[in-house]
C-alpha cells in the first residue's frame, strides 16, 4: 500500500496523465466445462465521494456494464455477453489510500438455454497496482466468484475533490463447473 503521504501525489499525477492503454483486448482462456470467466467494463457513481480524509461512501452502477465470458455456467455454455450491476458501501475506514467495500453483484449471463441471473454479495479491497490497464487497482471476495479490477476516476482527483465517478474493468472466475454451483450466498434466478 501506498504512503498516505505520497498518495496525493500519485493521484494528481495518475489523473492528469493521458491513458497509456488505449483500448483494452480481452482473450480468455477457458472453454466450454472450464469454468465461467468474463471480463466486464463499467462506469461507477459513488456519492459523496471518495476523498483523502476516510469516510463511507456509496457506489453504484451508473448503467449496467458490458460482460463478455467465456466458459460454461453449470454445465451450459456461454454465448459470450452479458450485463452486470453492482451496489456497494465503502468502509469508514476507506480514503484515495485504500480501504475495502461491501456490496452485490448482479450478473445476467447469455447461455444457449437462454439467460441467467447471477446474484452474489461481495467485498472488496483496494489499492494495489493496476493489472488491466486502470490506474488503481484491487480485488473482489465472494463465495461465488473470485476476481479483481482497476478503475480510471471520471470526475475528481482526490487532491482537491473527491473522486465520484469512475470507469472500472473488471475480471470475474466463477471456477470449473464442479464448482460454478449456487455456492452459500449466491441467488439464482
Known sequence: ?????????????????????????????ASAGEGLHCRGEMSDTLAPGVALEPGPSDIHTAAPGVLTCRGSWKGTPVTGHGSYTMAARFDDDSSCAGGSARGIFRFVV???SGAQTIKAPFTFTFFELPRRGGLLGGSFHSETFTGGFDVTPTAGNCVTEPVTADHAICDFDFGSPAVATPRKGADLR
Open 1 to 29: 500500500m501506498f504512503n498516505r503521504l505520497l498518495m496525493p501525489t500519485f493521484v494528481a499525477l495518475a489523473t492528469t496523465a493521458p491513458a497509456v492503454c488505449g483500448s483494452l483486448t480481452f482473450t480468455p482462456t
Open 110 to 112: 447469455e447461455t444457449i
